[in-house]
């Protein structure tokens, strides 16, 4: 089944208060229908329920740039927009970087007859979320892009179904009473990559977006067959992926650990996915708190992108062999190399230009990537907004 929180607890709360009723049919088809009605008094009747949030960081709110421990735990997160939009008393157990067994290990045991309402994201970590992305963002001739994506589906086709098996069990009957909503996960591209930090092919974008279509496939298959509840994001997610005009997921940025994950508009389409409307009013009353947040981030500057290249170890003896066996000039990386360690930015700027031409003219390429305009170099200040 595929249903949001909303339509679980309208069903649910409709089945309570009118015990006549000798069929759910009614109710389920009716369930959209009659939503906002109950909005109201099924407000009254959740206030202090016991909603635990599991997961990994696409539920702890990374990508808000809002850290509040180790774990991140953002009070942007989709789990706290949801609480906040429906009163609901929130245990926040996500944690950056959890897997499967993390969840099994260090989460589940907050669960109990008691518990009302779980949400959770899992799986992305288990297939190699972070190193397979940061593989195919190298540049062509030192990246196995492929290879690190066959890996990640040898995972999600061999041990992962156990994995989805044991948790969402373990969940069901912790919590035998919850309205229970596993998610997937967005696409991450569109097919264009308008960073100067990375050096994605259309090729290796699309390869990346149908490995997520089948992990997500996975989840809902499991979680289903466990009993749970699954929403699909990526309809909502569709036309706001990394370099999209109103992007929901960040691209390439800093600090690293933000990057490719949902910014805050993304968490509050996250939550209305899990629960239709909880993100908008979660975020209106928590930016009534707080005041309204400034621009996230903008185009990474000439300099913070040099360095991130700079990072990648390009003119390393290893990454110079690899450059020199796949026909790349190692002279012109060098070159590069000079260029992106200049203090001025139109010089380093020139070199990720430089860079960019060798990775576009690669076999993965496909005669080039639309990346970025062509009206200029990447910008030397971030912009005011």
Known sequence: MVHSLVNIVVTRSALVHTPAMSSRRPLIALAGAVALALLAPLQTQAAGSAYVALGDSFSAGTGTR???DGCYRSPYGYPALIAEARALELDYQACSGADTFDVLANQVGALGEDTTYVTMTVGGNDVGFSPVVTECALPWWISDCYGAIGQSRSILTGALPGRFDSVFSAVASKAPNAAVVVGGYPRLFNGQDCSWATFFSRREMRALNAATDDL?????????????????????????????????????????????????????????????????????????????????????????????????????????RQARAAGVSTAQIRVAERELRSADPTR??????????????????????????STGPVRDAEPQR
Not at 259 to 283: C, K, Q
């Open 66 to 68: 809002a850290p509040t």
């Open 216 to 320: 997500d496939a996975l989840i809902q298959q499991r979680s289903t067959a466990n009993g749970l509840d699954y929403v699909d994001p990526r309809p909502a997610f569709d036309d706001h992926a990394v370099c999209d005009d109103e992007e929901w997921i960040n691209g390439f940025t800093f600090p690293v650990g933000e990057s490719f994950h949902p910014n805050r508009a993304g968490h509050e389409a996250y939550a209305n996915v899990f629960w239709p409307g909880a993100g908008t009013t979660g975020l209106n009353r928590l930016e009534a708190q707080r005041g309204p947040h400034k621009a996230e981030s903008g185009p990474l500057r000439t300099g913070s992108a040099a360095q991130a290249v700079l990072d990648m170890d390009l003119t390393s003896p290893s990454n110079l």
């Open 348 to 373: 380093q700027a020139r070199g990720l230009e430089r860079l960019h031409r060798l990775d576009d003219s690669g076999p993965r390429g496909f005669g080039g990537s639309p990346r970025r305009p």
